[in-house]
C-alpha cells in the first residue's frame, strides 16, 4: 500500500508489490525509479535481471521494451523533453502523491532533468553522483549490492522532495549549511576511513580539502575532486536557477544530509583512486593495439584519459555485465569541441550511430548488422552477441 504520509489516491493505478530493471551498470533513472516505487509501497522487492520472465506479473522498469523502458522507443513529453523511467513512472503516479500542478512543476525541475542525463550525454552532479556508487573497475563489490546502498543512500533524497512539493510550489536554489556540511563530511571521513584523529575546523572548504586529500588519493587527482565536486555543488542553471544536487540535498535534515554527503565523497574519491590504475591499463592496451580507432578491454575501464590522451580513440569494446559485447563511442575533449565550433560544457561523442537504428528492436538491428541486439535511442551506445560481431558492427558504422 501507499506511505500513508505521502500518497493522496491511487485511484486506477496497480499497487506492485515486486519489479525486475536492468542488470549490470545503474544510473539515476534506475535508481530513483526503484526508491519511487518503494515509496509508493514500502513492501516493493525487485530484481535486477537480463532478461524478463514471461510469467513475470509486477511492474518491469528501464528494460523489457514496455511501458516503463525508453530504450526501444523514444517518448516525449509535450514540452519535448525525453522520458526515461524515472519520468515515465512518475508521469503515471505522481498525481497520487501531489496535487497535479505540483506533480507537473516537480517533473519539470526535478524529474525531467534526472532523465536528460540517461536521454543524453549531458549530466548533473546529482545524477553523476548516483552514478560513481557502480562497482569500481577493480572492486570485488557485486554490482546487485552496490545498486541496493545507492538506492538506500538517496532514498531519503527523494522522499524529501517528494514532501516538500506535495505541500509547497516554493524551488529551493541553494542550501545555507551546504560548505560547512562538506567540511564536516570531509572530517569524518578521513577519522572513519582513515584513522585521523586530528580534527581541525576550517572556514573554507577549500581549507579543509586541502588539508584531507593527501591522506586520501593514491595520487595527485585531487584537482578532478575539486573540479567535479566541490566547485559544482553551488552552481545552478536552467529557468528554475537551481539543480537536481541543490533541490535533493537542501530538503533534508541537516544530520541526514552530512551523513549522505560522506557516502556521496567517499564514492567519489574511490572512484577517482582507481582511475590511476585505469589509465595505465588503457595506455597498455593503447600500445599493444594493431589498430587505434577501436580498443578492445577484457572488462569494462573508466576510459577518460582516452579522450585527453589519445584523440584516434574513436571507441571502445568490452564484455557487458548483461551478456555479450558493449561498443561504447569515447567522449570529445575540449580541444576537439573548440576546433570544430562546439560548446565546450556540453557533452559530445566522437561518433554516434545511425539516427535509424537507435532504439530499435532485435530483428531490424540484426538486419542492419549481424549480432547486433541493442543501440540506446542516445546513440553512442550499443551491444552484440559475439566480439566479432561487435567489432563487425563498429567497422561498419566507421
Known amino acids: 500500500m501507499f506511505s500513508e504520509s505521502l500518497a493522496r489516491s491511487t485511484g486506477h493505478l496497480k499497487i506492485y508489490n515486486e519489479g525486475i530493471t536492468h542488470n549490470g551498470t545503474f544510473h539515476a533513472d534506475d535508481v530513483l525509479s526503484t526508491c519511487l516505487l518503494i515509496l509508493i509501497n514500502p513492501k516493493f522487492s525487485y530484481k535486477r535481471l537480463n532478461e524478463v520472465p514471461a510469467s513475470f506479473s509486477g511492474i518491469v522498469y528501464d528494460i523489457g521494451g514496455g511501458k516503463y523502458d525508453h530504450h526501444m522507443e523514444v517518448k516525449k513529453r509535450n514540452n519535448g523533453k525525453l522520458y526515461a523511467a524515472f519520468g515515465l513512472i512518475w508521469k503515471d503516479y505522481g498525481s497520487c502523491f501531489m496535487e497535479q500542478e505540483n506533480a507537473e512543476l516537480f517533473d519539470d525541475v526535478f524529474v525531467s532533468e534526472i532523465d536528460k542525463c540517461d536521454t543524453s550525454s549531458n549530466t548533473n552532479l546529482l545524477s553523476s553522483s548516483i552514478e560513481y556508487f557502480n562497482p569500481k573497475w577493480n572492486s570485488k563489490i557485486k554490482s546487485d549490492v552496490a545498486f541496493d546502498h545507492a538506492v538506500q543512500t538517496f ?9 516538500h512539493f506535495k505541500n509547497s510550489t516554493f524551488i529551493p536554489r541553494f542550501c545555507k549549511t551546504i560548505n560547512p556540511d562538506i567540511m564536516i563530511a570531509l572530517e569524518n571521513i578521513n577519522e572513519k576511513q582513515y584513522y585521523n584523529k586530528n580534527r581541525i575546523h576550517y572556514d573554507k572548504v577549500s581549507n579543509a580539502w ?3 586529500y593527501k591522506n586520501i588519493f593514491m595520487n595527485d587527482d585531487n584537482r578532478m575532486f575539486e573540479n567535479t565536486f566541490i566547485s559544482q555543488v553551488n552552481k545552478t542553471y536552467g529557468k528554475y536557477k537551481t539543480s537536481p544536487f541543490i533541490l535533493g540535498i537542501s530538503l533534508i535534515p541537516r544530520r541526514k544530509r552530512i551523513d549522505i554527503l560522506e557516502e556521496i565523497i567517499l564514492e567519489r574519491i574511490q572512484s577517482i583512486n582507481s582511475l590511476l590504475p585505469a589509465r595505465e591499463e588503457c595506455e597498455r592496451i593503447y600500445k599493444s593495439s594493431n ?3 577501436l580498443l578492445i578491454f577484457d572488462r569494462y575501464l573508466p576510459y577518460t584519459s582516452l579522450s585527453t590522451d589519445h584523440e584516434d580513440v574513436k571507441g571502445v569494446i568490452y564484455p557487458s555485465e548483461r551478456g555479450g559485447y558493449s561498443v561504447l563511442s569515447i567522449d570529445m ?9 562546439l560548446d565546450l560544457k556540453a557533452g559530445y561523442k566522437r561518433m554516434y550511430f545511425p539516427e535509424e537504428i537507435r532504439g530499435r528492436d532485435k530483428a531490424l538491428l540484426n538486419k542492419f548488422s549481424n549480432g547486433l541486439i541493442f543501440v540506446h535511442p542516445s546513440g553512442y551506445i550499443a551491444s552484440c552477441n559475439e566480439l566479432q560481431d561487435a567489432i563487425n558492427f563498429f567497422n561498419k558504422i566507421i
Open 155 to 163: 532514498l531519503p533524497i527523494l522522499k524529501g522532495l517528494i514532501e
Open 210 to 212: 586541502n588539508l584531507y
Open 291 to 293: 589498430r587505434k580507432d
Open 333 to 341: 575533449n575540449e580541444e576537439e569541441k573548440q576546433r570544430i565550433g
